[in-house]
Every structure is written in C-alpha cells, then in structure tokens.
C-alpha cells in the first residue's frame, strides 16, 4: 500500500488551495464547537465547584426584622440543613474623585469567622475584625473598578449616617458571582459594589441588634423546594417577609444560567452550519476527484486492488483532507474557549476559571466531521469502488445539457452565448448549483446575526431610554414617602420637571400561576415615564386596573380583561382582585404598571410614593446629584445617560469578539465555497474555456464565463441569506426569551449591507485567485488531449 | 502571383519536458498563398502541430519568424494574438472542442457573436451539410457531424485562413471522407487558404501542395498535379 500511500500525498499536494479551503470550514465547525461546549462545560463546572466549595445557600429570603429567637423556628422547618441570619441594607457609597453615584449593598458575617453558606473566597487581605466597625470587605469587580487596594478607603452613608470605612479584604462569593444591581439593564461594577462588614458593626449601624432582616438556608437533597418556600413565608408573614425563593429567582445565579442558555443556543446552531457546508464541500470536491481519476481507479483495480481497497483509498483521502482542519479547529476552539472564558471573567467572578474539555467533547467533534465528511462522500466513493476497470477506462460520456426553463420564459433569443453557457450549466447541476448558493447564504446569515446582537440591543435601548423614559434622573427613596416630597423637589433649582412614582413588591396571581413582581404606580397624566404599546404609542393609565409587560401575560397566562389577584407583600399585604386592563410592550423585566392614585387604593395608604422621575438642567445635574446622594431619605439615584454609557462600556468587548468571530466564520464558509467551486469549474472547464480561447475570445471573456456563474450564485445567496440570517435571528431571540430580558427582533440595513458586502467580499477574492490561474491556461496543452 | 498570407523564416522551437529538451522544430521555411489548400504530412512528433500552433498564435517561438500578411505573429502581444485568433484565423480540432451546453447553433453562434464579418450560423452549417441539426447539442451528434459542427464553426467569421489538427484522427474513413468534403468545398467556394495536419498519407492527395515534416525539419514540398477530389480518397 506504500505507493498508494505516496499517491495520496501528492494528490493532497496538488490540490493545497481547496484543501485549503475546506479545512477552513472544517476548523471553523470544529473550532465553534468545541469553544461552545467546552465553554459551556467550563463555565457550569466552574460554578458547581464554586457553589460547592463555598457552600451557596438554596433558599433565600429578604425581611423587614424579626428578632434572632426565629432562626431555632426556621432552622426546625423540615428539610433546611443549614441556616444562616444576615442582616443586609442598601448604602449610598461615596468615593473620593468619582463623583457619581455609587450604591453599595451591605451584607453581614458572622462575628465569629467565616458565613456557614456563601462562604467567602478571600482573594486579598482578610475578614474585618468584629470588634471594629469601620472595616470592610468589597468584592473583586468593585475593587478593581476603582483600583481599591487594601487600606484604602471609602465612605458610606450608612443609615444617615456618613461613615468612612477601610478596605481590609477584597473577596468573592457564590452568591455574587454576577453583581448586578436589580433592576440594571446590565452589570455596572463601577457604581455597585458588595460590601462585607462584620455583624456586630451593622447590627450597630440600623439598630439590628438582637434581630436580622436576611435569611439564606440550605436544603437536604431531595427536599421540595416549595414546601420549604411555603413554610418560610408563612413564618416570616408577620415579619415583613417578602417572599422566599431559590436559587432560580436568586439574580446571580439566574444570569449565568441565562449565560449558559446562551452558549448552549450557539452551539446547536453553529457547529453544525458548519459541518453541514464542509460536508457539502467534501463531496464536490471528492465527486470532481473520483471523476477525473476513472482511470487510474481503472488500473488499480486492474492490477488486483480490490473495491474495498479503492474504497479505503478515497477515504483515507477525505480524511486527511479534514485532518488539518479537524486539528487546527480542536486547537482554535481551546484558544478561543480560554479566551472566552478570560472575558467570561471580566464579569461572572470565580476564584478561577477552570477550563474543561471533556474527552468525549473531543472525539464528538472529531467523529462528527469524519462522519459527515465521509457521509458527504459516500456517493462518490461508492462509484469509485464499484466502477468495472473495462467501464472506468472509457471516457465519460459527454455532458448532456437542455435548453434552459430561463430561455423558455422568452428571453432566450436575447442571450449571449457565454450567458447561455453559464444558465445551462447552472442548471445541468440543479443540486450542486442549490448547495452553493445555500452555503454562500449560510456565510452571510452568520454575519446578520452576529450584527443582530447590537441592533437589537441598540433598539431595547432606544426602547428603553428614550420612548419610555424620558427622565433623565430617578431617585428613589428609602421607604414610601409623602407626596409632598414631590412638590419640595419641583422647587429644587435645576429641577425641571419632576414626576412621581410608586413600586410595590407583589405577588401575582392567576389560576395555578403566579409571579413575583412588582407593580409600578405611575401619574396618570405623567410624560416623563411612559407605557407603551407593540407600536411605541403610549397606553393612557386608567382609572383602576392593572398594565402587565406583555411576556408577563404570557407567564400568568392571562388576557386583558381577566381578573388577577394581587397579594402585596408590602405594608399591609392586603389581598386584591384587580382586572387586566391592557398589554405593554417592554424588553427589560417582566411587572405590572397602574395609576398611582389606584395603587395607593390598592395598598390602603395615603399618598405615597417610592421616588421621582426628574428632568434636570445639565449646569446643575452635577450639584443636584451629590445633593441626592447626601440627603439620608434618598437610597438611590439613576442617570440615565451613566446607564446608557454603561451598557455599551460593558457589552463593546463582548460584541467585538463575537463579531471577530462571526467575521472568521463567514468569510472562511464563503472563501471555502467559492474558491471550491470555482476551482472544480475551472478544472471542469479548462477545455472549454481554452476552446473558447482559441477562437478568439479574451480573458476578461472567458473569465466571465466562469465567474459569472459564481457571482450569479454569490448574489443569489444573498437574499437567501438574509432570510437564514433572519429566521437564525428569530430562532436565537425566540430561545434567549425569558422574563428577564426579551431580544427584540431588530435587524439593521447597516447589518445586512456589512453581511453582503463581507460574502462579496470573500466571493471576490476567491474569483481573483482563480481568475489569475485563468490567465495561465495553458491552451496547446488542454487541446491536445481528450478528456 | 497569389498574395502571401504566411511567411516563416528560419522557426525554431525548443520547450522542456521535465528534464528533457525537445526540438519541435529546428529551423523551418515555408509559405501559404491565398486560396491554397496545404496539407502538411509528417509521423507523429515530427513537429507538424508545434508549426500550426505558432501559425495560428497559440503557441510561441524560440526563434524565427512568423509573419502573417506582413505583421510579425512572434513579436505579436497577447492581446494581439488574441485579436488575430478572433478575426482572422479558424481552427478545427482532432477532438472537436464543442462547447457542450450550446446547440450546433450556439456553438457557431459562439463565434459569429464576437467577430468582425460574420456570416450566419446557419449558412455556416448549411456550408457543412448540417440544417437538419441545428439544435441538437453536442452529445447528440456523431463525432462526424461534431466535426463538421467545428468547421462550421471555424469559417463562419469569413477567416483569410483555416487551420486543421488532425480534422479526421477521431473518425472513421466514411465520416472522415464527410469532414474532408465539408472542408475542400470551404476552401472552393470561399476561397479560404486551408492548412490541414496529417499522418495520413492519403489525404495529400486533396491538396495543392503537400509539406512533409520530418524530425522537426521540412523534409520536402511536392505539388499535386492532378488535384484529387475528397470523394475519391480513400484509406
């Protein structure tokens, strides 16, 4: 077999630029399966591992105060393992040189060392000591936002009371792997940080002592979590519990998930785009191979190699043809896969990020693009077995061609004959000329959606922040407060205008569903914050009756007009039936909006409100701003344009290493298809052209002849592929879904026009590289020969 | 005196096979008159295809001249050469070099589109006996009537000359006997000089002159005296 062996390794040789070209589609499929998966596996292995070690709790629940006599009460509902009492606040930061907001969520441990559940992973320095209250420990994304260093410090308006606190340990936790601040549009590690004090010093600070306001607990495998929740909700009623709930429903938790989600989508789709246009790929090439090699198939097998042995021939050629991209993908999925963990770690914190690649992630991928490549072969392959040597040595039968259903439509008589020959080729191939426009279009569907990303964000931003809120500031208060402070702010100079706002936490109801939520009461009359419509147009607030985000509907199931039950879990925690009186179109949460005058009924309080929207003068908004941040009643300030900044700053890098990405894998698809296809026409072809040469044509015409097939298909591919890229679009924001975010389904012009001018592109290249091996046709030679 | 259409001095040829040089042709003189019929004999590799080749610019020479009408075919740039292939020049093929997704038609068609003077693709097959297969496509004609298809195809621009390679080496004798006819009455009616290869030593009767090659030489050029007609041979 050596001499086939020797064989096989010039034909490789002889054929570098499609092999080429193949393995980049190969690597491409290998390299986006592995980074997906092993990210993916990376990243839930990480987490376990973290969870585990740090012992993150299962069931969590914010209170208003009970006293430390509860926990032996919680700690014998059946099934909880391991209970921990916390107490935790909200705190406005203060950090010397960045004079913009900057909110801080406290949270105590133990005065005796270590929390039982979502232990600390001390990255630097250490634990505050109990018997100081002024020491602090802040988690790692915070820290390095600011360049904090162990010493520094930073002050806190803690309870109304400003206080300066040192730095002597910078940490992660389980349970804030992701630090988000709720309500965020995305993480903003510079104006929201964890921060750690001992027990005894914020007891101190909000007259907790002897009391806690924050429960997490542990579960017994096998426990229901419902049971538990049921029980905790009932024990902490009295207490101005607001509700328990998992680790599905704890924030952190819930974005990696989400995150997972993510990764999980990409790689059904990817990988096997991919491997599906290498396969294709695969067969044209083997197919044109096997038939230019009839005869030497012939010989081999008249000098005794058997079908069997022809067979294994051919696909030991395949799979040395992939092998380079198989190995080039494994090792660019890895590097990619690291990368990718190393940007996951910008924000998702582990102590560190342990990339897995499971073996059988491994052989998946190799086995799946031999398999393919070989299925993609089969055909070719079984022909070259079977060919009798007597048949094989015979020349092929000449092509048979037809007049084409394009020149039966008429126009016919006005076609060029190059122009005839390119339809009647076109044609003659129906299938193969389908799978290259289908692969072309694949290649431009990648980039709209990897494009799609940023338009739909841009759009949910446009949404969000400028038809919705027109506000440019919101600050919210400690606890509901008289409307009266609404009037003080109006007269605030600076202040433009002013609106109010009420959000209560609620629980709502329908038949066997329900969701925890809140409701946000707005002014009837208002024009800073609107609730719009599926057409952006503003839904007047009504009387009674309660607005829900439309995926909220969908959640609960109801339908305008229904009646659901409202269960506050604030105050009073009266029970309500309140009518659905309109859908709202919203990409961001999932709540209920009514008149503020109609959610104060509802809570049987006066005339409350939780905060402002205001509309600022810019000379002023500055001094506005540290004003707010000042007065002890304010426990948070929004800007929006800080917010609307913040979402590019923390999505740029992400965006620019998925669209790098995509880019490599569009352009590899439309190189890989059309430098192949182009190399087989011409290969296919170079009688004919040279013919065509011969009598007189030039090789700008003869070039055209072929490569104006190729840009036929490359055009045709097009819109096909912004249909893929489309349904993909769809498909992919259909999957991301979920009460926490809605992908609107946004495709930009700019998106499309960068995704055709990038096939163009690629399509270009390959047709300059074959147009050069044009110009060296040799026409004596390809004259002198039969086919 | 009939006009000179080609003029070859002293051409020379050399090109490598791998390793190995090969003289084509080594030095060789020779003339085509308007309206004359040559057929030019010799055994295989005797450099018979390498001269037809520089002639019809498809090939270039190590040295010497081609000068067609005057103008120098071996000083000639691409650009020219393909020029001179597209308006003056016809040629047929051993193996026919259809192209085979176009009609009989089409494939003259092919031609007559980018050329200076054309005549119709049909008179072109009717020249070559083909009306009744204008619209059959390659591989639904004989290799004969391919031929012929080529041919129609090689004089439709109205060429001053036509080359032949081996116009009969795929066919049998009948067929072949059909090419020949096709091309004796091209040369008769329009006047069209005609250089045919050969290694078959019955076709020389047809021509005006006959030029045998010989190990890239021309080993001697006889005058028919008594023109046969193509009806008459036979091999």
């Given at each position: 077999m050596k001499a086939l062996h020797l064989k096989l390794w010039r034909e490789i040789w002889r054929m570098k630029g499609q092999v080429f070209a193949i393995s980049m589609v190969v690597m491409s499929g290998v390299a986006t399966f592995i980074l997906f998966i092993s990210t993916m596996h990376s990243l839930d292995y990480t987490r376990s591992k973290f969870y585990r070690d740090y012992n993150f709790a299962d069931v969590f629940v914010n209170l208003k105060r009970a006293p430390d006599s509860l926990k032996d009460k919680i700690q014998n509902i059946p099934g909880v393992r391991q209970l921990e009492t916390r107490v935790s606040a909200q705190a406005k930061i203060d950090i010397q040189g960045f004079s913009e907001n900057v909110t801080g969520k406290i949270v105590s441990i133990p005065d005796d060392g270590h929390p039982l559940l979502n232990r600390l992973y001390i990255r630097q320095g250490r634990l505050p000591d109990p018997f100081k209250d002024n020491e602090v420990v802040i988690n790692e994304t915070f820290a390095q936002a600011h360049g904090f260093k162990l010493g520094d410090q930073l002050a806190a308006v803690i309870n109304g009371k400003w206080k300066r606190l040192t730095i002597t340990g910078i940490a992660l936790s389980p349970e804030f792997v992701l630090v988000m601040k709720i309500g965020a549009m995305t993480p903003d590690f510079k104006r929201f940080g964890i921060l750690w004090m001992s027990r005894k010093a914020i007891s101190k600070a909000y007259d907790m002592d002897g009391a806690f306001n924050d429960v997490v607990l542990s579960l017994y495998a096998g426990v229901k979590e419902g049971d538990v929740i049921r029980e905790l909700d009932n024990m902490l009623g009295p207490y101005g519990g607001f509700g328990a709930y998992g680790r599905k429903n704890q924030m952190s938790h819930r974005l990696l998930s989400e995150e997972m989600k993510q990764l999980r989508t990409s790689s059904r789709i990817y990988p096997v785009i991919f491997i599906c246009v290498a396969a294709f790929l695969l067969n044209v090439v083997m197919s044109r191979i096997i038939n230019t090699q009839r005869e030497q198939i012939a010989i081999l097998k008249a000098f005794g190699y058997n079908d069997f042995a022809v067979g294994v021939h051919y696909a030991q050629m395949v799979i040395m043809i992939i092998a380079a991209g198989v190995v080039a993908g494994i090792a660019a999925g890895i590097w990619l896969g690291k990368m990718m963990g190393n940007m996951y770690m910008e924000f998702y914190r582990f102590p560190v990020f342990i990339y897995t690649l499971h073996p059988e992630v491994l052989i998946a991928a190799v086995s799946v693009s031999v398999l393919s490549a070989l299925a993609g072969t089969m055909h070719s392959l079984w022909k070259?077995?079977?060919?009798?040597?007597?048949?094989?040595?015979?020349?092929?039968?000449?092509?048979?061609?037809?007049?084409?259903?394009?020149?039966?439509?008429?126009?016919?008589?006005?076609?060029?004959?190059?122009?005839?020959?390119?339809?009647?080729?076109?044609?003659?191939?129906?299938?193969?000329?389908?799978?290259?426009?289908?692969?072309?279009?694949?290649?431009?569907?990648?980039?709209?959606?990897?494009?799609?990303?940023?338009?739909?964000?841009?759009?949910?931003?446009?949404?969000?922040?400028?038809?919705?809120?027109?506000?440019?500031?919101?600050?919210?208060?400690?606890?509901?407060?008289?409307y009266r402070a609404l009037y003080e702010l109006k007269q605030t100079p600076g202040i433009h205008d002013a609106e109010a706002f009420r959000s209560v936490p609620v629980k709502l109801k329908f038949g066997h569903r329900s969701y925890k939520t809140v409701i946000n009461g707005i002014e009837p009359e208002?024009?800073?914050?609107?609730?719009?419509?599926?057409?952006?147009?503003?839904?007047?607030?009504?009387?009674?009756?309660?607005?829900?985000?439309?995926?909220?509907?969908?959640?609960?199931?109801?339908?305008?007009?229904?009646?659901?039950?409202?269960?506050?879990?604030?105050?009073?925690?009266?029970?309500?039936?309140?009518?659905?009186?309109?859908?709202?179109?919203?990409?961001?949460?999932?709540?209920?909006?009514?008149?503020?005058?109609?959610?104060?009924?509802?809570?049987?309080?006066?005339?409350?409100?939780?905060?402002?929207?205001?509309?600022?003068?810019?000379?002023?908004?500055?001094?506005?701003?540290?004003?707010?941040?000042?007065?002890?009643?304010?426990?948070?300030?929004?800007?929006?344009?800080?917010?609307?900044?913040?979402?590019?700053?923390?999505?740029?890098?992400?965006?620019?290493?998925?669209?790098?990405?995509?880019?490599?894998?569009?352009?590899?698809?439309?190189?890989?298809?059309?430098?192949?296809?182009?190399?087989?026409?011409?290969?296919?072809?170079?009688?004919?052209?040279?013919?065509?040469?011969?009598?007189?044509?030039?090789?700008?015409?003869?070039?055209?002849?072929?490569?104006?097939?190729?840009?036929?298909?490359?055009?045709?591919?097009?819109?096909?592929?912004?249909?893929?890229?489309?349904?993909?679009?769809?498909?992919?924001?259909?999957?991301?879904?979920?009460?926490?975010?809605?992908?609107?389904?946004?495709?930009?012009?700019?998106?499309?026009?960068?995704?055709?001018?990038?096939?163009?592109?690629?399509?270009?290249?390959?047709?300059?590289?074959?147009?050069?091996?044009?110009?060296?046709?040799?026409?004596?030679?390809?004259?002198?020969?039969?086919? | 005196m009939k006009e000179n259409f080609f003029q070859v001095r002293d051409l020379t040829k050399v090109y490598r096979m791998g390793e190995v040089e090969v003289h084509a042709l080594r030095g060789v003189n020779m003339e085509l008159y308007a309206g004359e019929l040559v057929v030019l004999l010799g055994p295989s590799g005797s450099g018979k295809s390498t001269l037809l080749n520089i002639m019809g610019g498809l090939d270039t020479a190590t040295a010497g001249i081609v000068a067609y009408r005057g103008k120098e075919l071996t000083q000639a740039t691409e650009k020219e050469l393909t020029e001179y292939r597209r308006f003056h020049v016809g040629f047929v093929f051993q193996f026919y070099n259809l192209i085979s997704s176009l009609t009989a038609r089409e494939n003259v068609a092919v031609v007559t589109e980018i050329a200076a003077n054309p005549m119709s693709p049909e008179k072109a097959l009717d020249l070559v006996g083909l009306t009744d297969r204008l619209n059959h496509f390659p591989a639904q004609l004989s290799g004969g009537e391919q031929q012929r298809v080529a041919i129609a195809r090689a004089i439709s621009k109205n060429p001053t000359v036509l080359l032949c390679d081996e116009p009969t080496g795929a066919l049998d004798s009948k067929t072949g006997i059909l090419v020949l006819q096709a091309l004796e009455r091209i040369n008769r009616e329009l006047g069209t000089a005609t250089a045919i290869i050969t290694h078959n030593v019955d076709i020389a009767g047809m021509a005006d002159r006959v030029i045998h090659l010989s190990n890239g030489k021309i080993a001697e050029v006889s005058k028919n005296k008594v023109k046969k007609s193509a009806s008459e041979l036979q091999w």
């Open positions: 070259a077995a079977r060919q009798p040597p007597a048949e094989a040595m015979r020349p092929e039968a000449p092509a048979k061609y037809r007049v084409t259903l394009i020149e039966k439509t008429g126009i016919g008589p006005w076609l060029t004959q190059p122009a005839r020959i390119i339809a009647r080729n076109m044609e003659r191939k129906p299938i193969r000329t389908f799978l290259s426009i289908v692969g072309i279009a694949v290649s431009c569907a990648t980039m709209v959606s990897s494009g799609f990303f940023k338009d739909s964000v841009d759009f949910m931003v446009k949404a969000q922040y400028v038809f919705s809120q027109k506000e440019d500031m919101t600050i919210s208060f400690i606890e509901p407060t008289s208002g024009r800073l914050h609107l609730v719009l419509d599926t057409n952006f147009q503003s839904i007047p607030l009504p009387e009674s009756g309660i607005l829900l985000t439309d995926y909220l509907g969908k959640i609960l199931g109801v339908q305008v007009g229904d009646v659901l039950t409202v269960e506050t879990l604030e105050g009073a925690k009266a029970i309500r039936q309140v009518p659905v009186v309109a859908m709202a179109k919203q990409y961001l949460g999932a709540m209920g909006y009514m008149n503020l005058n109609a959610l104060n009924r509802l809570m049987q309080e006066g005339n409350a409100i939780s905060g402002a929207y205001l509309v600022t003068d810019s000379p002023y908004r500055e001094k506005l701003f540290r004003s707010f941040v000042e007065m002890p009643r304010v426990a948070d300030v929004f800007i929006r344009q800080n917010e609307i900044n913040n979402i590019y700053e923390v999505m740029a890098k992400s965006m620019l290493y998925f669209t790098f990405i995509a880019m490599l894998m569009a352009c590899s698809i439309a190189f890989g298809v059309v430098y192949n296809s182009a190399r087989i026409s011409l290969s296919e072809r170079s009688r004919e052209l040279s013919s065509l040469r011969v009598l007189g044509y030039t090789r700008g015409e003869i070039a055209y002849i072929l490569l104006g097939e190729l840009a036929i298909i490359t055009l045709a591919a097009i819109p096909l592929g912004f249909f893929i890229g489309y349904w993909l679009c769809a498909y992919v924001a259909n999957a991301l879904a979920s009460d926490l975010f809605r992908v609107p389904l946004i495709i930009e012009l700019k998106t499309y026009t960068i995704a055709a001018a990038v096939v163009i592109f690629s399509a270009v290249f390959s047709g300059w590289i074959v147009r050069r091996k044009l110009d060296h046709l040799d026409l004596v030679e390809v004259l002198k020969t039969k086919e | -």
